[in-house]
């Protein structure tokens, strides 16, 4: 009984640890850091190894902030539960700043600013006017769902990662796939056969970080070590590196 009891409590304690401060991952000395790996260029696996723009970048903000890195790699449309749950102190997954996720979690500055393209393999489709009647394939739990749900008529099909929803349009099981335009970009330099269609973006949005909500020190950390990075070249080096320019929002 007493065992019980105790055994409860403690589940109850990690259940409800509120998330660690600044200065409890300082003295800690590790952040832990969660994201997809399957979001190629931003973050994806390259054999074993965990790479991507948003890998270096959290990296980079880790080193300024004078912590080492545990990196989690989590489906993508867990990692708010994540964060919420205190599972790891950030997580920087390509998260659109919205409403929505505003009401569960707090958003760093933006790392970078993007928007979400229509890519089809016909040039009839290219507009959300002309997704009216089509089979749209989107990453569950994006920016990209909630927005193609929003455009009339469109036959949406979700898939559990966003290289699956690409792996469709080349198939052709659906007509079209909205995902960022810099993926889009990647997708098209992978596959030089397939004969895409890039079209409109449907809509903008501003990338960043996502802390559980009120862990006002860990999010001021970040969005200091993000200007520091922004201001000595570091953050533009690597924007170089796999964008060939820098995808801040100047
Ligand atoms: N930018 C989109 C959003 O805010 C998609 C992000 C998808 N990220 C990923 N790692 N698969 O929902």
Request: aromatic letters at 8%.
């Amino acid at each position: 009984m007493k065992k019980t009891a105790l055994l409860l409590g403690a589940l109850l304690l990690t259940a409800t640890a509120g998330a660690r401060t600044f200065d409890e991952i300082k003295a800690a000395g590790t952040i832990k850091i969660a994201t997809e790996g399957a979001f190629k260029p931003f973050n994806y696996f390259e054999g074993k190894k965990l790479t991507g723009f948003e890998v270096e970048i959290g990296d980079a903000i880790a080193k300024k902030l004078g912590l080492k890195v545990q990196w989690i790699t989590q489906p993508f449309d867990s990692l708010i539960i994540g964060v919420t749950q205190n599972r790891y102190d950030f997580a920087i997954a390509s998260h659109g700043i919205n409403e929505e996720r505003a009401k569960v979690v707090d958003f760093s500055d933006p790392h970078y600013c993007t928007g979400g393209q229509i890519v089809s393999k016909s040039p009839n489709i290219k507009t959300a006017a002309q997704l009216n009647g089509k089979r749209v394939a989107v990453q569950v739990g994006t920016s990209y769902l909630s927005n193609v749900q929003k455009v009339k008529g469109v036959k949406v099909k979700t898939f559990p990662k966003d290289t699956d929803a690409v792996a469709a349009l080349i198939a052709g099981t659906v007509d079209a796939w909205v995902s960022d335009k810099f993926v889009v970009l990647d997708a098209k330099k992978a596959n030089p056969k397939v004969k895409w269609q890039l079209g409109d973006l449907l809509f903008k949005e501003e990338i960043a970080m996502v802390v559980n909500k009120g862990n006002d020190s860990v999010t001021e950390a970040l969005n200091g070590a993000l200007a520091d990075i922004i201001k000595d070249g570091t953050y533009a080096k690597i924007s170089k590196k796999y964008f060939g320019t820098d995808v801040s929002c100047k």
